[in-house]
């Protein structure tokens, strides 16, 4: 008999149970940094797509020309190099050029006005949509919104409240999604003909984004005053005294809008000379236009840029007026005292147009017509409200001389960013300096602006009368007192036109308050007036008189009340009732 032994069956042996697989530390840091900052994805999202809308526009308009271009020098690839680097100079940045004749890379500095608008908006679109969007996703309009007609639909929100994104996380994401994009697009960039300089890419292109974010947010949060109030506060005591003190806010209000006002006049009568020295120089520069390209294309594209640089010669033309004039190359000065552009100049439409070379003619010295209109402009937006807030000469003057302050540092800003190397050597500068625009700026509106702001104030203040007076032609009657006599006489007048006869026993209306032309305007204490109120009694309204009101009217309707209350009788001489007409039965038989 065999025996048989049982072997125990052998099983493999069970494998461990997997362990949870743990994420890279970069992902992880990611999704805490959204989880605790809801509306960041959203945010970043909207930079890039800024930044990518942008190198779209520019990468359309090259591969256009390009693509119609009957001679090209270079591939696709070429132009969409080209694309990336005229969408980093449209942030500032200085390129280099490196296909030159000798050898030597060439700095192209000069930047054209009109192409930062575009960013410019993008990035500001961007970060107001990115403050719009919910936390949820959705439709960017949150859970309470308004839309557009005074009623609010959804629920978690208040049309009060603020927006459901931080102001922070907004513009954070805005700016690092724009900078992200911008990044990989310089580093594209520097693989072709024009290359950027990375110090200007470090500079240009965080500061262009971090500016038009941080106006998206402010205007998507309702442009609250508390931001630049904490920036104010970090200032030192007197300036900090300076900009909080009395009336701040009509003076600083006043100021900011004159000296727009006198910006505008400087941009638009450089305009006008721009366009009157190209008149006055057709032929040379219609000779440049067609000695730069034969295709209709390459017309096009110089069209293009001269159009794109009109604002840059509106502020040489507007610096060129004020005196310091601007540089055509290291050395060679234009102004319009003296007229010497360099030799060598490449031919283009708006560098013919520079006045020839020699002493500066009687028709050169009337640009100083310009200077002087935008001093006359920014006196009069000062006077508009010195009459108003009835202004001491003292403080019209101050306001004045801050508003030409203001307009000479902003008129000296864009007098730098419209200039630039455009090569070496002879081409190392060109455009106005900066500090000489600016000084001759405010020297002409300090010396010219000031003077006939307080002459306009006497004038606008005092009237013809008081301001013959006050040149010593006749009798001089206060300010005050002459407002004050005006507003009484309209008063009488209009009394005595709209109130009737008063009768005797007639109660005395409640006095009525006229406030004095210049009150309600500013700070609430600043509200308050400066003399007594005028009184004027209001026009009691005209008594009610006629037939209702007699005694035998008042005795014809009591007598119709009562006899609408009292039942009527029927034919038999018997009260109907029920309702009925008094001939009895409820069926009328």
Known sequence: MAVVIRMPAHRPPSAPPPRPSRPPFLSLLLSRLLDRSPGLGASLLGGAIAAGLGLACS??????????????????????HLAAALWLLAHGTELVRTDTLSGMPAPVGV?????????????????????????????????????????????????????????RTAWTGVVAGY????????????????RPEWGWVAVCLPLLAAVAAGAGVWTAYGRPREPLLSLV?????????????????????????????????????GTLLLAVSLVLHGVPARTSFLQLTEGWTGRFAVLLLCVSLIPNAAVWAASYAVGPGFVLGAGHVVNPLVADPAPLLPPFPL????????????????????????????????????VRRRWAAGRTAGVTVLAALLCALLLAALAELSGGPLGVAALARFGPVWWQTGTATGAWLLGVGVPVA?????????????????????????VQQSVEQSVRQQGRQAGQESTPEKKE?????????????????????????????????????????????????????????????????????????DGSDGRGGSDGT
């Open 59 to 80: 990468a359309v308009l090259v591969m256009a020309l390009w693509v119609s271009s009957p001679y090209p020098d270079s591939g696709p690839g070429g132009a969409l």
């Open 111 to 167: 930047t054209p006005l009109l192409l930062p608008l575009l960013p410019l908006l993008l990035v500001y679109r961007g970060a107001r949509e990115a403050v719009d969007a919910s936390g949820d996703g959705g439709d960017g309009r949150g859970d309470g919104y308004d839309d557009g007609y005074g009623e609010g639909h959804g629920e978690g929100h208040r049309l009060d409240a603020p927006p459901p994104i931080r102001a």
């Open 179 to 194: 900078l992200g994009v911008g990044g990989c697009a310089a580093l594209y960039a520097s693989g072709g003909e024009l």
């Open 233 to 269: 506060a970090e200032l030192p005591a007197p300036v900090r005294r300076l900009l909080l003190g009395r009336d701040t806010r009509v003076r600083w209000g006043t100021a900011v809008r004159a000296a727009l006002a006198g910006v505008a006049v400087f941009l638009g009568g």
């Open 351 to 386: 560098l013919a147009a520079v006045p020839a070379h020699g002493p500066g003619m009687p028709l050169n010295w009337l640009a100083g017509v310009v200077p002087a209109a935008a001093a006359v402009t920014t006196a009069w937006f000062v006077v508009s409200r010195a």
């Open 454 to 478: 307080l002459v306009l104030r006497a004038w606008r203040g005092r009237g013809p009368v008081s301001l013959a007076a006050w040149l010593g032609f006749g009798k001089q009657q206060p």
């Open 505 to 577: 026993g007639t109660p005395a209306p409640p006095p009525v308050i006229v406030l004095l032309p210049d009150q309600g305007d500013g700070d609430a204490y600043e509200a308050l007036p400066a003399e007594p109120y005028e009184m004027r009694r209001a026009t009691p309204p005209p008594p009610v008189s006629g037939a209702w009101q007699d005694d035998t009217a008042r005795e014809a309707r009591w007598a119709a009340l009562r006899e609408a209350s009292e039942p009527s009788d029927g034919p038999d001489g018997r009260a109907g009732s």
